[in-house]
């Protein structure tokens, strides 16, 4: 209590400063370590590509995370829809649909499923949690059934192209990737939607009585969700050439990890498009770093797990002496 | 009484990003006395009760209860040292009850170990009950109490636990005289037990009625600090805003035109067969009793509540909004009477508040017009003083008043035909309550409709041209302003006619 104003005035820069840069400077310092430990694996463009393209389709998937969250929702079933939409469209192809159709009501049936959630949690009232845990059991129950629980082989060769063709030497993954950052970033800062996405998450009862459709923007938040879920999914069914009923699973919890690091980085608090690709990032790094340096896939989650919660604590301790 | 003081505030100095809460102050409360501490919004008060009741973190200062220094680093320290508070904002658990709210953060009493005694709770709360002399459903969340319910359940909290010192912030919002009664009796109790409370409110009528000594804060610092005696209202109020005041009210401007809207039959679950009409630049006043169905009247005519029957006629036309959304496209805009609850997003920016109503008009196929929205969004700020540098910067961290003009120019880029207001002072200091109503008036000499609802009955009297009046939900008396005084309107409230 005998501080002087002035240096409460520079811990307070400097806890602002924690706040908006904290969460890359540890990015940095991550990739830092890393390439100190193992300068020639590490750091090479060939693996510094691999990484990003290992990361595409989770970028992918919690972009549209994103959007359902700076609302204040949450969506878990992603994961059962990516796996639901590699399946059902894997299955059209061999069933001798063009690979363009079959992609096309891949996304329709993704999105559509994604405003199921919305018209269960904005128009009937459940809450996003319970709603979403409803219908992701719900949905990767139907990709089990549809699939018989087995993995789908023998895709169109002209499907490959999404998850591991390239343009020039950007791969066709990266590419859409940073197409869907683009275009949610648009959506979130530019457009009318985007605003009223951010009052509902700040104030739904002010929104309401500003003359939002709340419960229509977060109807469409959902439909959001679902369409860059079914996207994730696609490319994913791609890259492996094969549909899983599970192969989804993973994005349900990465993506929501990957959207809480984003709310600590650059905005306070907010999910914002560009803090979730640091997220992603930093997961990406982490799976990545850790597996060079040998160590058990099990051990990484644990590791991953307490990173999670030390970028949240570090923040909300930054955000505390303001 | 004695003089002995019960807490002394030395050079207490706080600051928060670009603003100085308080600029050194010292002040001291005697044992045995009721204090006034009284300022416009923003000057301070609201961060001094802050600081001493450990939520908020002083840069520099000293205090001392009876000459002995203690530090206050949590609401533990403060109440541990005898603080008490009664605060501004209610903070009730919604779904607990009345009991466990007032306990809420003290020590339940126990039995077998670490049960709690819900019998012994009991009996405690009614202690406290009893010593107030009110009563309210103990059992029952309080989210089914009525709004003075609540109130008081709030100030009961202040005496979970035994205090020295008690600080009540605006705590006679939202009661009825009958309550404000009672909570005064309470007052009086406490001094005569040599006890000190700190009262906070911007009813200075309140403060010269129930205060020994008061102090005056201006732009986070002391200003006056006198007996009540030899105060007055105007004095209290040159002082506070640092000039003299002319009159409370701006004069009014224009005179109304032709009918704007017209409602018959209205009726719901809270209102019964309401019928008036709103002419183009005139000033209605809805006149009534907290609870009497006027904050639920404003908001079926904004779409927010259903109606179960009833017509209305916007310009002689059928107008039926069944959102908000359908009311503001049709002209007909509300301020609620919850600022940080219903009005605004205190976590965005000005821009982001004053243009969040108006997005469709500031948009062009659903890509946002920044430079509309920036030169939009100014000028109507400026049309309502609003003083901020910088748009940019979250509404939170703007002054009561100052919000409030945020909220109006949100409605003012609408440029609404009706613009209906619900507690439009509220929270808001002397000052910018001059310019608010002022601003009520400029609206209205422009041709719009205004209606208004107020617990501050000389704000109706100040503002509106005529008054319908509504008893628990039913319109009792419709009058011209003119044949009003502050008595017959009270008596109008009660749903009585003096003949």
Known sequence: MKQTALDNDKEKRTGAFIRTWGTLIGFLLLMTIFSAIRPDVFPSGRNLKNIIEQVATLSIVASGVTVVMITGDFDLSVGAIASLVGIVTALLMKAGMGTFASILIGLTLGTSAGLLNGLIIAYGGLSAFVGTLATMTAYSGAALLISKGTTVFGLPENFRFLGQGSLGFLPISVIIMLLTLLGIYILLEQTTFGRRLYAIGGNEEASFLSGIRTKQIRFIAFGISGFFASLGGIVLTSRLYSAHPQAGSPFMLNAAAAVFLGMTAFREGEANVWGTLLGVLIMGVMGNGLNILGINTYAQSILTGVIIVLAVLLSSLAKKKA | ?499
């Open chain 2, 1 to 499: 009484m004695s003089e002995k003081q019960a807490l002394r505030i030395e050079n207490l100095k706080k600051s928060y990003p670009g603003v100085k809460a308080l600029k050194g102050v010292n002040v001291s409360f005697n044992e045995g006395e009721v204090h006034g501490l009284i300022g416009e919004n923003g000057a301070g008060k609201s961060t001094l009760i802050k600081i001493l009741a450990g939520i908020v973190k002083a840069d520099t200062g000293s205090f001392f209860i009876r000459d002995e220094e203690i530090t206050i680093r949590s609401s533990k320290d403060s109440s541990s040292n005898g603080l008490s508070f009664i605060h501004q904002e209610l903070n009730l658990v919604t779904y607990f009850n009345a009991m466990e709210n007032i306990f809420l953060g003290h020590s339940y009493p126990r039995r077998f170990g670490p049960l709690v005694d819900w019998k012994a709770l009991k009996k405690r709360t009614q202690k406290i009950t009893d010593t107030l002399q009110v009563s309210f459903p103990l059992d029952r969340p309080v989210s089914y109490l009525s709004a003075v319910d609540r109130a008081m359940v709030a100030i009961a909290r202040a005496f979970a636990v035994d205090g020295n010192v008690y600080f009540m912030d605006e705590p006679a919002t939202a009661l009825t005289d009958i309550e404000k009664e009672k909570l005064f009796s309470v007052i009086k109790n406490l001094k005569a037990q040599g006890k000190t409370v700190v009262y906070v409110s911007h009813n200075l009528d309140d403060v010269l009625q129930i205060t020994d000594r008061i102090t005056v804060m201006r732009d986070g610092a002391v200003v006056e600090c006198k007996k009540t005696s030899e105060m007055t209202k105007d004095t209290l109020i040159s002082s506070m805003i640092g000039k003299d005041l002319e009159s409370s009210f701006p004069k009014r401007l224009g005179s109304p035109a032709e009918t704007l809207l017209s409602v018959s039959h209205l009726s719901n679950s809270h209102i019964r067969d309401l019928s008036f009409s709103l002419r183009a630049g005139e000033i209605l006043g809805i006149g009534g009793l907290v609870g009497s169905g006027r904050t639920e009247l404003l908001e079926s005519i904004f779409g927010s509540r259903a109606l179960f029957s009833g017509e209305m006629l916007l310009e002689g036309d059928s107008y039926k909004p069944s959102s908000p959304k359908d009311a503001i496209a049709s002209g007909v805009v509300l301020v609620p009477e919850e600022r940080r609850k219903q009005g605004l997003v205190m976590s965005r920016s000005i821009f982001e508040n004053i243009s969040m109503m108006s997005l469709a008009d500031l948009s062009h196929g659903g890509l946002l017009d920044h430079q509309a929205i920036k030169e939009r969004s100014h000028e109507a700020g400026d049309k309502v003083r609003l003083k901020s540098a910088d748009y940019r910067n979250h509404v939170g961290t703007l002054s009561g008043g100052n919000q409030q003009k945020v909220v109006f120019a949100k409605t003012v880029l609408q440029q609404p035909k009706v613009l209906m207001l619900d507690e439009p002072s509220k929270g808001v200091d002397v000052g910018a309550r001059f310019e608010i109503y002022s601003i009520i008036q400029e609206l209205a000499a422009s041709g719009t409709g205004v209606i208004i609802v107020s617990s501050d009955f000389n704000e109706v009297l100040g503002l509106a041209d005529r008054i319908v009046f509504i008893k628990d939900g039913y319109q009792t008396f419709e009058k011209e302003n003119s044949d009003i005084d502050q008595e017959s309107y009270l008596n109008y409230c009660y749903g009585r006619e003096l003949s």
